[in-house]
C-alpha cells in the first residue's frame, strides 16, 4: 500500500464546475501538506501549501485537510479551461531534510 | 532566463548504453534534487544534495550516480540502462532543503530505453 493514495481519474468537468481532487495518506507523521500542478510536458509547480489541520483560500481554490481522517482536498471554483492539467498532493514530515511523498496525480480536464 | 534547467530534454537509447542528464538551477539555492515520474504520473524522489553533499539517497540501484559539482549543478549519470528505466526525470531545488520548502522543478528529461 502506498503511504499516500490518489485517485488518478481522468476527471472531466465543464468549465465553471466546482473541482473536488482527494488524497488519503496513511503515515500520521507528516505535517506538511501540498498541491502541485503539472500541465502536460512540463514540472509540477506548486498551487498549495497547508501546515497541519485546516483549511487555505487562494482566489479559486481552496485546500483542506483533516488530519484525524488522513484526508486532504483541493476545491476549484469555477472551474477554467486552463486547469486542465495533473494536480499532484504531496506531502512531508517536519524536521531533517525535506524527503516529499507525492501521490500518483488525478488527471483533470476542464472542458469549455 | 529559466530557473531549473536540465537537458536533454529528450533521451532515446539502446539497452545496456550509459547516459547523462544534467541540471543546473540559478535561483541560488542550497539544495537539489533528482525526482524519477513513471508512466502512471508517481513521482518519486530518488537523491538528494544539500551544497554538494548527498543527504537523501532513496533505494536506487546503483547505476544510478549522481554528481554534485558545487550547488547550482546536479547531474545523473546512469550505466547499463534498462527497459525499466524508462521515465521522465525530474531535477528540483529549493533553498535549503527544509521540509517546509517550496521546490522549484525544471521540465524533465524524457528517458525512452529502447
Redesign the interface.
Same mark, same amino acid.
Given at each position: 500500500q502506498k503511504e499516500v493514495e490518489q485517485d488518478p481519474g481522468p476527471l472531466s468537468v465543464p468549465e465553471g464546475a466546482i473541482v473536488s481532487l482527494n488524497c488519503t495518506y496513511s503515515n500520521s507523521a507528516f505535517q506538511y501538506f501540498m498541491w502541485y500542478r503539472q500541465y502536460s510536458r512540463k514540472g509540477p509547480e506548486l498551487l498549495m501549501y497547508t501546515y497541519s489541520s485546516g483549511n487555505k483560500e487562494d482566489g479559486r481554490f481552496t485546500a483542506q485537510v483533516d488530519k484525524s481522517s488522513k484526508y486532504i482536498s483541493l476545491f476549484i471554483r469555477d472551474s477554467q479551461p486552463s486547469d486542465s492539467a495533473t494536480y499532484l498532493c504531496a506531502m512531508s514530515t517536519s524536521g531533517g531534510y525535506q524527503k516529499v511523498t507525492f501521490g500518483t496525480g488525478t488527471k483533470l480536464q476542464v472542458i469549455p | 532566463d529559466t530557473a531549473?534547467s536540465q537537458t536533454p530534454k529528450y533521451l532515446v537509447t539502446q539497452m545496456g548504453n550509459d547516459k547523462s542528464i544534467k541540471c543546473e538551477q540559478n535561483l541560488g539555492h542550497d !539544495?537539489m534534487y533528482w525526482y524519477k515520474q513513471d508512466s /502512471? /504520473?508517481?513521482? /518519486?524522489?530518488m537523491f538528494?544534495y544539500?551544497n554538494k553533499e548527498l543527504?537523501?539517497n532513496e533505494t536506487v540501484p546503483n547505476r544510478f550516480s549522481p554528481k554534485s559539482p558545487d550547488k547550482a549543478h546536479l547531474n545523473l549519470h546512469i550505466n547499463s540502462l534498462e527497459l525499466g528505466d524508462s521515465a521522465v526525470y525530474?531535477c528540483?531545488s529549493?533553498p535549503h532543503?527544509? !521540509?517546509?520548502? /517550496?521546490?522549484f522543478?525544471?521540465?524533465?528529461t524524457q528517458l525512452s530505453v529502447l
Open positions: - | 531549473v !539544495t /502512471k /504520473k508517481f513521482l /518519486k524522489i538528494s544539500n543527504i537523501i525530474f528540483a529549493s532543503g527544509a !521540509t517546509n520548502e /517550496k521546490l522543478f525544471g521540465s524533465g
